[in-house]
């Protein structure tokens, strides 16, 4: 069996109880970094055979890690923080699960982009996850649709591309659009700016960006 195992993106106090009963109970356990699952396992007094499945691995250790399962062990699988699948690796290992006939259980918990939609204002009975945007091929493609997009988008972003976003955001969708930038969920310098797009540039030009972000956009209204 494998389990998809969410892990705080900031708290440690979002890390379920079930969370780690089901890691203490797995045969072996896969992490995007060992060193950062580790850390955190070891802060939690829990011992834990780690193995490394990232995304320049997993095509190649995915047959192995299967086979594994097929005889019976079981695994829990982690990103460093959130929920494996979400924009980390993941969905390839439990598309492989279910074509081997491995039962796939993924354990409710943290990610990042539900809070930051909640929190935005902006209609979330209908939205649309983008995840990171391409950096260069097929950026302006994505960001075309996304300009006539009537539901809510959701968007990650790294700090030192923030700009260039809110840039695009102006430029595609106009400078009144509105906009929520959501960063730090869960730690302490927790913050949301909510505003046009024009404005949050302006802020942000004027507050380097600091942190890993979530940026709710808008859809267009008739």
Do not use: W
Request: a negative charge; proline letters at 6%.
């Amino acid at each position: 069996m494998l389990t998809v195992v969410p892990t705080p993106i900031g708290n440690l106090g979002d890390f379920t109880p079930r969370a780690i009963e089901a890691i203490e109970n797995a045969d072996f356990v896969l992490a995007e970094d060992t060193r950062t699952t580790g850390s955190l396992l070891r802060l939690k007094g829990i011992e834990a055979r780690l193995k490394a499945f990232h995304a320049h691995n997993e095509h190649k250790v995915l047959d192995e890690v299967i086979a594994t399962m097929g005889t019976g062990a079981s695994a829990c699988l982690c990103s460093d923080a959130g929920t494996p699948g979400i924009s980390d690796p993941g969905f390839l290992l439990v598309r492989a699960c279910i074509a081997a006939g491995v039962e796939v259980v993924c354990l409710p918990g943290p990610t990042a982009f539900v809070p930051a939609l909640v929190v935005s204002g902006l209609p979330c009975d209908r939205f649309v996850f983008e995840g990171f945007l391409p950096h260069k091929k097929g950026r302006q493609t994505r960001l075309i649709a996304l300009a006539q997009e009537r539901r809510t988008t959701v968007l990650y972003e790294s700090p030192h591309r923030m700009l260039r976003l809110l840039g695009e955001l102006v430029a595609h969708c106009g400078p009144n659009r509105r906009v929520s930038v959501s960063r730090e969920i869960s730690k302490k310098f927790e913050e949301t700016q909510r505003d046009s797009a024009e404005a949050l540039l302006s802020y942000f030009e004027a507050h380097p960006p600091k942190g890993e972000f979530v940026v709710v956009v808008e859809g267009i209204q008739d």
